[in-house]
């Protein structure tokens, strides 16, 4: 039920603008502050629901008291480590940590007897930490470069090498190559594109995307607004990953579950 209503608020949110846009009404914008209060305690229910995995700790004293002991130690613990972060990641991953712990700390009968719950849990867990990152540690910024120009953002430095005219089959394209770097080390390269279709007339953007285990690397290429120069905004994201991966954990543990469920009626 509560998946079911978020993906209404989301809808809503979604097809809102465009409804309102059709009646004549004027135009307006739905974006991420709408989502971001509406959704939250959905999100917040989602966590708590977690606690409610496993009813072993729930009938010993000892074991709760244990439980509840070593999780809010990891939980303080990511709270300390994540707080340079700022106040609401370090919030939020602590709280997310908390309830992943309270979940796993269990015997290894009681894991067993649980696990497509647990995965399932787990992957709400997952993906809300991926949300919290992506949103609270998201870097940006926009700049007017021209190549062999670099722009730092954080710890990391866009260097704008390359500059390359590209003819493909329905349209043509500058594209830049731009090298990511910390450092003297070097993470990745990526090509973003402004792509023209000489049938619509059309213009668009391909983003240069490099992916890591924990960060997101973007860069975007606008408006040329000189010789081998152009409007760019370049991004640091954390967590995208995690997003995708908690989804996949609770198709998992739904498809686990579904499974068990089958050979006991076998």
């Known amino acids: 039920m509560l998946f079911a209503a978020v ?121 809300a930490l991926g949300i919290i990152f992506s949103t609270g540690s998201k870097q940006e910024i926009s700049a007017n470069v021209a190549q062999g120009e670099q722009i730092a953002l954080g710890d990391y430095r866009f260097h704008f090498r390359q500059l390359n005219l590209l003819v493909g089959q329905n349209y043509t394209a500058e594209q830049a190559v731009i090298a990511i770097s910390r450092g003297d080390e070097p993470i990745a390269t990526v090509t973003p594109e402004r792509r023209h279709y000489n049938v619509r007339q059309q213009q668009m953007m391909e983003p240069g995307i490099a992916w890591g285990p924990i960060r997101e690397w973007y860069a975007v290429m606008g408006e040329k607004t000189g010789e081998n120069r152009y409007a760019m905004r370049f991004y640091v994201q954390t967590g995208i990953r995690w997003i995708w991966g908690g989804g996949l954990l609770m198709i998992g543990g739904a498809l686990l579950g579904w499974l068990r469920g089958r050979r006991a009626y076998v």
């Open 7 to 127: 993906a209404l608020v989301v809808l809503l949110g979604t097809l809102y603008p465009m409804v309102y846009g059709l009646a004549g009404w004027g135009k307006m914008s739905v974006g991420a502050p709408y989502f971001n209060s509406v959704l939250l305690p959905f999100a917040g229910v989602m966590l708590l629901m977690g606690l409610s995995v496993g009813g072993y700790w729930k009938r010993s004293a000892r074991w709760s008291r244990r439980r509840v002991g070593g999780t809010l130690a990891l939980a303080v613990l990511t709270m300390l480590m994540l707080w340079p972060q700022g106040v609401n990641v370090a919030l939020g991953a602590g709280l997310v940590v908390w309830m992943l712990a309270a979940q796993w700390l269990q015997p290894i009968t009681a894991l067993r007897q649980q696990l497509p719950a647990l995965l399932a849990h787990s992957g709400v867990a997952l993906l």
